[in-house]
């Protein structure tokens, strides 16, 4: 008999029944992994990490192998508004009696074995997929890479899109350690596919020392902006004319570079042609990323939370809302760098509107307020409620033509998307 009958109670169960929220490492779940009766025959697997554009990459690629007629599987984290977000089989999100089946699947055969919340969900995820019988998955790394729980897959192509510091309580606080550890996806002698051409030593070192066929963004494969479309091009093939990307901003290149380079690699297995890239790269849509709700007074979401996050933001500011003054409601999670981010923000916003979150991790707007009085950021509104409240006096004093941006965690994306959108 199942444990529960309603996702949101498995969910809740989940969240309470294992010792700790974050548990990296790969046994407990590769043990229950193995006694799953998913299909013996391996489905081709992407798999995605980095400190930002990994969403992004999924995305795309979800995109491109839809276009070209293939069954896709794509896990995700964290989600937006629904948990079944994160499981999508053809771009739908998984059904609640689907989640909860393969919960019950994993349940039964995982005995004694603790799982997290995490790991729980991908094991369904993996599950879900076999059941399905996807032509390929596709899986994003929730935290670091060796340890994550989706690293118990081997991947045929494995992508790292960028590092900075972020997570430091659990990946280490210099890019050097963070590079060891996103590199822990890699696999010898399959396609290691790097999105950035800045990358620390120990991530290219670590690659070496697996033996993975290393493909670095200009050393290996290269894009360039033209007028109305781009070209990209390796030592073996050249596409031109390739479509604006849908998603917004100058790093799309780079992360659209990096998913024709993992599709490349994977020609022999999984055939797509340039008209799929280019119908892909078009048809791609991802939330809360630079996601502008059109109107008189327009509305920007960006889940960026962290520096080089939010250094993309601001080239995307520069470009599209020059002069325009701009409305922040804005919150944060306590663990990560709200110093970092304001001092690059402090410049370009007008007005500040500190939301109030439920989440315990959230920062509360106490804290944030002391933050912005050690940089002496003025114009910061405060005090209301809950996150209607503050959204509401943003909307109130921003004037037709000015921006109102709401960033800075997914959590608060969530909350606009859940009551306005």
Known sequence: MARFAALDDWLAWQEQSHPRSIDLGLERVAGVFSRLAVKPKKIPTITVA??????SCVAFLEAIYRAQGYKVG???SPHILRYNERIRVDGQPAADDDICAAFERIDAVRADTSLSYFEFGTLAALDIFSHAGVDVQILEVGLGGRLDAVNIVDADVAIVTTIAIDHVDW?????????????????????AVIGDQQVPASLLQTAREKQADIMQIGVAFHYQK????????SDTLKLTDLPIPALQGEHQYRNASAVIMAVTCLQELLPVEQAAI???????????????????TPVLLDVGHNPQAVQTLLSYLRTHFSGVKIHAVFAMMKDKDIPGVLAMMRGRVDQWYLAPLKNPRAAHVELLNRYFQQQDIKNVNKGYADFAGCFEAARGSAQPGELILIFGSFFL?????SQFA
């Open 50 to 55: 980095g400190t930002n554009g990994k969403g």
């Open 74 to 76: 794509a896990y995700t």
């Open 171 to 191: 990946l280490g606080d210099t890019v050097e350690a963070i590079g060891r550890e996103k590199a822990g996806i890699f696999r010898g002698g399959m396609p």
């Open 226 to 233: 033209q007028t109305d479309n781009w070209v990209w091009w």
């Open 278 to 296: 280019g119908r892909g790269l078009r048809e791609t849509r991802l939330s809360g990323r630079f996601q502008l709700i059109a109107g008189e």
């Open 413 to 417: 994306v969530s909350e606009y998307l």
